[in-house]
Antibody
Framework: QVQLVDSGGGVVQPGRSLRLSCVAS????????MHWVRQAPGKGLEWVAV????????YYVESVKGRFTISRDNSKNTVYLQMNSLRAEDTAVYYC??????????????WGQGTLVTVSS | EIVMTQSPGTLSVSPGERATLSCRAS??????LAWYQKKPGQAPRLLIY???TRATGIPARFSGSGSGTEFTLTISSLQSEDFAIYYC??????????FGQGTRLEIK
């Protein structure tokens, strides 16, 4: 069965960096676009970033452009989110999610369990 | 950016009754719309995609309808496990992919 395991969250000071990981299993990882979605405390879901199946294309929500980088290693079935220059408003539970094949455009049919990122001094 | 607006913000319904949740897009998204269920401490769960297709393993009491800018999620006979927050999501015009603000479904 499809499984996504998120990790890497923690407490970090404003301006510092953190890297999240999501290890996938149970499907042909290299064929699927992958996303990161976050939920701040008491708020709704917010899409953060997507990476195409081959890593050739990435897109970001405006608020993280230039600070966050999504990447993947298809040999390790892993997608990453490198978060730099973190701000208090980046505090959230971060979920990786599987999109549709290739570009990932479409619904998210499987999600990781989430990893909490807290940005605080 | 397409803005998704859900209504009502909170819906109070008794178990066994029908619940109707609405989602409106600021411009047409065709049928490129999904619905998710979110419970505290759990990952979101895909319910409906392509506006009306139930995801794998989703009970038949969940149904979706609509196209263009107006969409509805109907839960025909509420079970105790259905009380949660529901989000719609458009994936027609992206980036960015956008979600509605959510509808909280609570027990009356």
């Amino acid at each position: 069965q499809v499984q996504l395991v998120d990790s890497g969250g923690g407490v970090v000071q404003p301006g510092r960096s953190l890297r999240l990981s999501c290890v996938a299993s149970g499907f042909t990882f290299r064929s699927y676009g992958m996303h990161w979605v976050r939920q701040a405390p008491g708020k709704g879901l917010e899409w953060v970033a997507v990476i195409w199946y081959d890593g050739s294309t990435t897109y970001y929500v405006e608020s993280v452009k230039g600070r966050f980088t999504i990447s993947r290693d298809n040999s390790k079935n892993t997608v990453y989110l490198q978060m730099n220059s973190l701000r208090a408003e980046d505090t959230a539970v971060y979920y990786c999610a599987r999109g549709t094949q290739y570009s990932g455009r479409g619904h998210f049919d499987n999600w990781g369990q989430g990893t909490l990122v807290t940005v605080s001094s | 950016e397409i803005v998704m607006t859900q209504s009502p913000g909170t819906l109070s319904v008794s178990p066994g009754e029908r619940a109707t949740l609405s989602c409106r897009a600021s411009q047409s998204v065709g049928s490129n719309l999904a619905w998710y269920q979110k419970k505290p401490g759990q990952a979101p769960r895909l319910l409906i995609y392509s506006a009306s297709t139930r995801a794998t393993g989703i009970p038949a009491r969940f149904s979706g309808s609509g196209s263009g800018t107006e969409f509805t999620l109907t839960i025909s006979s509420l079970q105790s496990e259905d009380f949660a927050i529901y989000y719609c999501q458009q994936y027609d015009n992206w980036p960015p992919i956008t979600f509605g603000q959510g509808t909280r479904l609570e027990i009356k």
